[in-house]
């Protein structure tokens, strides 16, 4: 087990009915929000109605900035940064998934500062304040509501890149799971392919397995996640599956799950990225393709054993030839993601061949911006496996 | 799946060789320290001295207060709040186990209040502020490191009550495994114990086991106490296993183990806390001679379900007959806990039974102070099952 440094403040409230909690923890930062969203799902779904009810109820102003994308665009977080410094917003409300709160924190660290947000992004900065951000969460994928992370993408240069700091963790995050009965099935399943992905990149980023708390964390929140989308999948207004998933999706990326781990480098978020960014596919499906080509990749090149270890604990997969334990443990998650609807081929989702060198020199700039150790061509590798 | 709130702010610093960096955030936080520690094992062991070492290196000034016995007593302090006070010491660094940090807890909120500290234990007075404390843990066991509540014995009234609040969580806790080299094996025992305890108080305070994510997690930590402890009593020095079990011993009681169960109640802790106060037993000796019997209890009144279901993750138990899986649990419980050398019935620990009905009295008061629902007659048949 390697030495770490864990913290996280994020106050989480978390359970049917408490978004109209949302006003009482603004009220205790004061000042004027801006309220971030996207597009109309928090209108149809009552979040908005609740969220805003309870801002006026405790005297809270507010400010809106609407239409934030599903892969969050520079342009619009430049706009937010405008807004909230020309009309002096105290803080940020980011009421929606991800993407909302990826912009948030992006909007909340860039009101604070002088120069471009973008040079958060690139290198060029780095963040030594952000407004205090609540957040109310309605899709569980990202883990974004309780880590201090966030990504956005420059349109113009074709780069989904991230950053974070210690001022970026949301002070409050709101998980109400009944806000996500009326996600489209395909949300979901993104969702739970994100959440999964996030479990295994700083497990798989290290050959060392003596790290027993951090794998056995990890073996059982994929469960969670795994079980309670097939029944979410069956019964979309199964409630507890829905609190679980929730909350297995924020548990899977807020610092726990790479604890005492050499390394914990984002491989397939990595070449992901270069998927949404070219193609503006969406996060989760992007990650649904690579997965299982990542794995095959992982045992070339690393031996089946950590898989194989891996499909053990999570599939119940007992094979005497760790070779074809690793390989059914692929065929397992494939089996998995096909459950959910998603096409897990590059071809099947409108990819080339032809586009593979270009996918992968982009994904090379997150790759060495990250200090990743993957090649070009191993990437390449990987991109072949997933056509 | 039950509502829940979760906020916890402690920072981990966590590895080998961290034990130095209390300075640098001793030297943050400013002003004269409140240096709380036990009897000689610091000394022994290193860590005075590194600890002291490094205040020095970064100018912090610090008063001891050594002497912490491992039920810290009320009188004990007595005298470290007076002694905090008449100092004017802005902090409290609590070097040792988890009756050192729980003891510091106390002096924290001792030394911000005017009247006496027990009012924080018998209901009189709440928290409402705290000196910054940092810790450096040498015994894993209790979690205290990383929660915001704490234990102290009031030797007069034979109570050993527990306080806490918001205030009371570290605000930085120092874990290095390689102070933990030096435990005799009884006291990993105990930590192992305590830690196994944490886990399955809130687990088993309800019936409703739909609760992927918390049953899982409580499952994963569970396996990495127990496969950690059976380690390090093979080989002492078995780094990654110390730090496994640390680790470990933390996240038992850090919050995550109790979300979204409807109930949360720490029955075999207020059982135990009798003993402990009465014969001054280990606490993590107690909890391993109540947690069977309390366990056969909970067969009997809420059938054989849940903990059958716990022994199957557990302990791989298989049984057509659900009763007969549970009595297995049972037993595989108690083989591991002799396994770590500890007896685990009361007459081994010269625990009369003419005793039981004063134990049973005694530990109805923390039931009532707790709010829990178990009767003094239900307390009477766990100690009858653990003679």
């Known amino acids: 087990m390697d030495n770490f440094s864990f913290y996280n403040p994020t106050r989480i409230i978390f359970g ?68 909230a410094k020309e009309n002096g917003c105290g803080f940020i409300i980011a009421a929606g998934g991800g993407s909302v709160i990826d912009e948030s924190k992006a909007i909340a660290a860039g009101a604070n500062y002088e120069g471009d947000v973008w ?33 956005v993408t420059n349109e113009e240069t074709k780069q989904k890149y991230s950053s974070g700091s210690p001022f970026s963790f949301p002070k409050v995050s709101i998980l109400d799971p009944e806000t996500t009965y009326s996600l ?58 829905r609190a679980a998933m929730m909350w297995s999706a924020t548990l899977a990326l807020n610092g726990l799950q790479s604890l005492g781990y050499k390394k914990a480098e984002f491989t397939n978020h990595a070449i992901e990225h270069s998927l949404s960014a070219i193609y503006d596919m969406p996060h989760g499906l992007g990650l649904a393709v690579i997965m299982p080509a990542y794995f095959r990749h992982y045992v070339k090149k690393n031996g089946p054993e950590r898989l194989y270890g891996f499909g053990r604990e999570i599939f119940g997969i007992t094979q005497s030839d760790p070779l074809k334990g690793a390989e059914e443990t692929v065929k397992a998650l494939e089996n998995w993601l096909k459950g959910l609807g998603l096409k897990i081929k590059l071809s099947e989702n409108g990819v080339p061949e032809k586009d593979f060198a270009d996918i992968a020199a982009n994904a090379m700039g997150l790759v060495n911006l990250w200090g990743m ?8 590798e990987i991109l072949k496996l997933a056509k």
């Open 184 to 241: 489209p099935k395909e949300q979901t399943a993104y969702g739970a392919s994100d959440a999964v992905c996030h479990l295994i990149e700083a497990y798989f980023s290290t050959k060392d397995s003596d790290n027993l708390v951090t794998d056995n964390f990890v073996h059982g929140i994929v469960k969670s996640v795994m079980k309670s989308t097939e029944r979410i999948m069956k019964d979309p207004r199964d409630y507890n599956a």
């Open 16 to 83: 049917a009915g408490s978004v109209p909690r949302a006003g009482k923890e603004a009220k205790k930062i004061g000042g004027k929000a801006l309220l971030v969203y996207g597009k109309n799902s928090i209108k149809t779904n009552g979040v908005y109605a609740q969220l805003t009810e309870s801002l006026k109820k405790n005297g809270v102003e507010w400010l809106e900035h609407p239409g934030v994308k599903p892969n969050p665009a520079l342009s619009h977080v430049r706009e937010g940064v405008k807004k």
């Open 373 to 380: 150790t993957i090649t070009e061509k191993e990437v390449l």
């Open 119 to 151: 040079d958060f992004f690139c290198g060029k900065a780095r963040i030594s304040s952000a407004l205090p951000l609540i957040t109310v969460l309605t899709i569980p994928a990202t883990g974004s509501e309780m880590n201090s992370g966030f990504v």
